[in-house]
Protein backbone atom coordinates (compact mmCIF):
# COMPACT_ATOMS: atom_id res chain seq x y z
CA UNK A 1 0.00 0.00 0.00
CA UNK A 2 0.88 3.38 -0.59
CA UNK A 3 3.10 5.24 2.47
CA UNK A 4 4.50 8.32 2.80
CA UNK A 5 6.88 9.22 6.18
CA UNK A 6 8.36 12.58 6.85
CA UNK A 7 11.18 12.91 9.06
CA UNK A 8 13.69 16.03 9.61
CA UNK A 9 11.46 18.07 12.12
CA UNK A 10 12.80 19.81 15.44
CA UNK A 11 13.26 22.56 16.88
CA UNK A 12 15.33 25.31 15.42
CA UNK A 13 16.41 28.68 15.88
CA UNK A 14 14.92 31.93 13.96
CA UNK A 15 17.49 32.31 10.61
CA UNK A 16 19.22 28.74 11.19
CA UNK A 17 18.09 25.74 8.27
CA UNK A 18 16.62 22.92 8.44
CA UNK A 19 15.67 19.85 5.47
CA UNK A 20 13.09 17.45 6.07
CA UNK A 21 12.62 14.15 3.79
CA UNK A 22 9.73 12.29 2.71
CA UNK A 23 10.54 8.43 1.99
CA UNK A 24 7.61 6.85 0.04
CA UNK A 25 6.28 3.36 -0.97
CA UNK A 26 4.23 1.37 -2.62
CA UNK A 27 3.99 3.44 -5.40
CA UNK A 28 6.08 4.11 -8.59
CA UNK A 29 7.63 6.94 -6.99
CA UNK A 30 9.07 8.55 -10.14
CA UNK A 31 5.35 8.95 -11.88
CA UNK A 32 3.65 11.63 -9.32
CA UNK A 33 4.73 14.83 -8.58
CA UNK A 34 5.35 15.51 -4.92
CA UNK A 35 3.74 18.53 -2.37
CA UNK A 36 4.46 19.49 0.90
CA UNK A 37 1.79 21.23 2.49
CA UNK A 38 2.05 22.95 5.97
CA UNK A 39 -0.22 23.41 9.40
CA UNK A 40 -0.10 25.93 11.72
CA UNK A 41 -0.43 24.86 15.14
CA UNK A 42 -4.36 25.90 15.59
CA UNK A 43 -5.11 27.27 11.73
CA UNK A 44 -6.06 25.31 8.23
CA UNK A 45 -3.93 23.74 5.51
CA UNK A 46 -1.44 25.75 3.52
CA UNK A 47 0.04 24.47 0.05
CA UNK A 48 3.66 25.19 -0.23
CA UNK A 49 5.79 23.77 -3.06
CA UNK A 50 5.13 21.23 -5.68
CA UNK A 51 7.75 19.22 -7.80
CA UNK A 52 7.45 17.26 -10.74
CA UNK A 53 7.73 13.86 -11.38
CA UNK A 54 11.17 14.27 -12.86
CA UNK A 55 12.41 17.09 -10.43
CA UNK A 56 12.62 19.31 -13.72
CA UNK A 57 9.68 21.98 -12.85
CA UNK A 58 8.48 23.13 -9.72
CA UNK A 59 6.71 25.76 -7.89
CA UNK A 60 6.50 27.59 -4.68
CA UNK A 61 4.34 29.40 -2.30
CA UNK A 62 5.08 33.43 -2.19
CA UNK A 63 5.65 33.16 1.60
CA UNK A 64 8.50 30.68 1.25
CA UNK A 65 9.76 31.77 -2.32
CA UNK A 66 13.70 32.02 -2.35
CA UNK A 67 14.37 30.30 1.09
CA UNK A 68 13.18 26.95 0.54
CA UNK A 69 13.74 24.42 -2.18
CA UNK A 70 11.98 21.41 -3.04
CA UNK A 71 14.18 18.38 -4.73
CA UNK A 72 13.55 14.67 -5.03
CA UNK A 73 15.91 11.23 -5.41
CA UNK A 74 14.02 9.16 -7.52
CA UNK A 75 16.25 6.23 -7.20
CA UNK A 76 16.04 6.32 -3.33
CA UNK A 77 11.95 7.21 -4.17
CA UNK A 78 12.78 10.47 -1.57
CA UNK A 79 11.54 13.62 -1.04
CA UNK A 80 13.14 16.48 0.58
CA UNK A 81 12.80 20.27 1.41
CA UNK A 82 15.55 22.40 2.56
CA UNK A 83 14.35 25.14 4.80
CA UNK A 84 16.23 27.99 4.95
CA UNK A 85 16.17 31.65 6.84
CA UNK A 86 13.26 29.95 8.92
CA UNK A 87 11.10 32.30 10.68
CA UNK A 88 8.73 32.15 13.56
CA UNK A 89 5.87 32.00 11.52
CA UNK A 90 7.41 28.67 9.36
CA UNK A 91 6.23 26.57 12.99
CA UNK A 92 3.98 24.05 11.81
CA UNK A 93 3.42 20.59 10.83
CA UNK A 94 4.94 19.53 7.37
CA UNK A 95 3.04 16.90 5.67
CA UNK A 96 4.24 15.62 2.40
CA UNK A 97 1.42 14.22 -0.29
CA UNK A 98 1.02 12.28 -3.36
CA UNK A 99 0.14 15.05 -6.40
CA UNK A 100 -0.97 13.78 -10.20
CA UNK A 101 1.13 13.67 -13.36
CA UNK A 102 1.49 17.29 -13.48
CA UNK A 103 2.14 20.35 -11.29
CA UNK A 104 -1.75 20.10 -10.80
CA UNK A 105 -3.40 17.47 -8.95
CA UNK A 106 -5.51 16.63 -5.98
CA UNK A 107 -3.29 14.91 -3.20
CA UNK A 108 -4.58 11.32 -2.60
CA UNK A 109 -1.86 10.26 -0.21
CA UNK A 110 0.00 12.04 2.85
CA UNK A 111 2.26 11.08 5.26
CA UNK A 112 1.66 11.81 8.95
CA UNK A 113 3.66 15.05 9.20
CA UNK A 114 6.83 16.18 10.66
CA UNK A 115 6.69 19.12 13.40
CA UNK A 116 8.79 22.17 12.61
CA UNK A 117 9.08 24.36 15.19
CA UNK A 118 11.65 27.52 15.18
CA UNK A 119 12.08 29.70 18.24
CA UNK A 120 15.09 31.17 20.16
CA UNK B 1 -4.10 33.25 -7.16
CA UNK B 2 -7.45 32.09 -6.63
CA UNK B 3 -9.02 32.61 -3.01
CA UNK B 4 -11.51 29.95 -1.70
CA UNK B 5 -13.95 31.10 0.93
CA UNK B 6 -15.83 28.23 2.61
CA UNK B 7 -18.84 28.29 4.64
CA UNK B 8 -19.95 28.27 7.41
CA UNK B 9 -17.17 28.22 9.88
CA UNK B 10 -18.96 25.75 11.75
CA UNK B 11 -21.80 23.34 11.46
CA UNK B 12 -23.44 22.02 14.67
CA UNK B 13 -24.90 18.76 14.37
CA UNK B 14 -26.60 15.34 15.28
CA UNK B 15 -25.90 12.03 14.24
CA UNK B 16 -28.22 10.64 11.34
CA UNK B 17 -28.64 14.45 9.86
CA UNK B 18 -27.30 16.34 6.70
CA UNK B 19 -24.65 18.31 6.24
CA UNK B 20 -24.04 20.76 3.25
CA UNK B 21 -20.52 22.37 2.73
CA UNK B 22 -20.12 25.56 0.85
CA UNK B 23 -16.70 26.48 -1.14
CA UNK B 24 -17.19 29.69 -3.02
CA UNK B 25 -13.67 30.58 -5.32
CA UNK B 26 -12.89 34.26 -6.39
CA UNK B 27 -12.52 32.94 -9.75
CA UNK B 28 -13.44 30.49 -11.61
CA UNK B 29 -11.56 26.86 -11.45
CA UNK B 30 -11.28 25.49 -14.17
CA UNK B 31 -12.49 22.05 -15.34
CA UNK B 32 -14.13 21.77 -11.90
CA UNK B 33 -10.76 20.96 -10.18
CA UNK B 34 -11.68 21.35 -7.31
CA UNK B 35 -11.28 18.53 -4.02
CA UNK B 36 -12.37 17.95 -1.01
CA UNK B 37 -10.20 17.04 2.00
CA UNK B 38 -11.40 15.83 5.96
CA UNK B 39 -9.26 15.88 8.71
CA UNK B 40 -9.23 14.56 12.21
CA UNK B 41 -7.61 16.11 15.62
CA UNK B 42 -4.09 14.91 15.37
CA UNK B 43 -4.25 13.33 11.82
CA UNK B 44 -3.36 14.10 8.86
CA UNK B 45 -6.28 15.12 6.27
CA UNK B 46 -7.42 12.83 3.71
CA UNK B 47 -8.55 12.80 0.69
CA UNK B 48 -12.87 12.84 0.18
CA UNK B 49 -13.71 14.45 -2.92
CA UNK B 50 -12.12 14.96 -6.49
CA UNK B 51 -13.26 16.32 -9.62
CA UNK B 52 -15.59 18.31 -8.35
CA UNK B 53 -17.91 14.98 -7.98
CA UNK B 54 -15.48 11.87 -7.79
CA UNK B 55 -15.47 10.47 -4.68
CA UNK B 56 -11.97 9.35 -3.33
CA UNK B 57 -11.09 5.54 -2.61
CA UNK B 58 -13.02 4.30 0.18
CA UNK B 59 -15.19 6.86 0.98
CA UNK B 60 -18.96 6.00 1.16
CA UNK B 61 -22.19 7.20 -1.30
CA UNK B 62 -23.26 9.12 1.72
CA UNK B 63 -20.81 11.91 0.16
CA UNK B 64 -21.57 13.69 -2.82
CA UNK B 65 -19.98 16.49 -4.27
CA UNK B 66 -21.32 19.32 -6.89
CA UNK B 67 -21.03 23.01 -8.22
CA UNK B 68 -19.02 24.28 -10.99
CA UNK B 69 -17.36 27.51 -12.07
CA UNK B 70 -17.33 29.31 -8.89
CA UNK B 71 -19.55 27.61 -6.34
CA UNK B 72 -19.01 24.41 -5.11
CA UNK B 73 -20.71 21.90 -2.52
CA UNK B 74 -19.95 18.94 -0.52
CA UNK B 75 -22.92 16.82 1.04
CA UNK B 76 -23.14 14.66 3.40
CA UNK B 77 -25.93 12.87 4.30
CA UNK B 78 -26.66 10.73 7.32
CA UNK B 79 -24.00 11.93 9.08
CA UNK B 80 -21.95 9.15 11.44
CA UNK B 81 -18.96 9.66 14.27
CA UNK B 82 -16.94 10.01 11.54
CA UNK B 83 -18.00 12.32 9.69
CA UNK B 84 -16.99 14.79 12.35
CA UNK B 85 -14.02 16.39 11.45
CA UNK B 86 -12.83 19.73 9.77
CA UNK B 87 -13.24 19.72 6.08
CA UNK B 88 -10.92 21.71 3.42
CA UNK B 89 -11.73 22.48 -0.12
CA UNK B 90 -8.60 22.74 -2.35
CA UNK B 91 -8.62 23.77 -6.14
CA UNK B 92 -5.74 22.48 -8.47
CA UNK B 93 -7.51 23.80 -12.37
CA UNK B 94 -4.84 26.76 -12.45
CA UNK B 95 -1.16 26.57 -12.11
CA UNK B 96 0.09 26.85 -8.86
CA UNK B 97 -0.79 27.76 -6.01
CA UNK B 98 -2.84 25.22 -5.17
CA UNK B 99 -4.95 27.03 -2.56
CA UNK B 100 -6.85 25.49 0.24
CA UNK B 101 -10.13 27.19 2.14
CA UNK B 102 -10.03 28.30 5.38
CA UNK B 103 -12.15 24.99 6.67
CA UNK B 104 -15.77 24.25 7.64
CA UNK B 105 -15.71 22.13 11.12
CA UNK B 106 -18.60 19.63 11.45
CA UNK B 107 -19.07 19.60 15.13
CA UNK B 108 -21.70 17.00 17.20
CA UNK B 109 -24.71 19.55 18.40
Known amino acids: QVQLEESGGGVVQPGRSLRLSCGAS????????MNWVRQAPGKGLEWVTV????????SYSDSVKGRFTISRDNSKSTLYLQMNSLRPDDTGVYYC?????????????WGQGTLVTVSS | DIVLTQSPGTLSLSPGESATLSCRASQSVSSGYLAWYRQKPGQAPRLVMY???SRATGIPDRFSGSGSGTDFTLTISRLEPEDFAVYYCQQYGSSPPLTFGGGTKVEIK
Open chain 2, 51 to 53: GTS
Open chain 1, 97 to 109: ARGGRGLRGHFDY
Open chain 1, 26 to 33: GFPFSAYA
Open chain 1, 51 to 58: ISSDGSDN
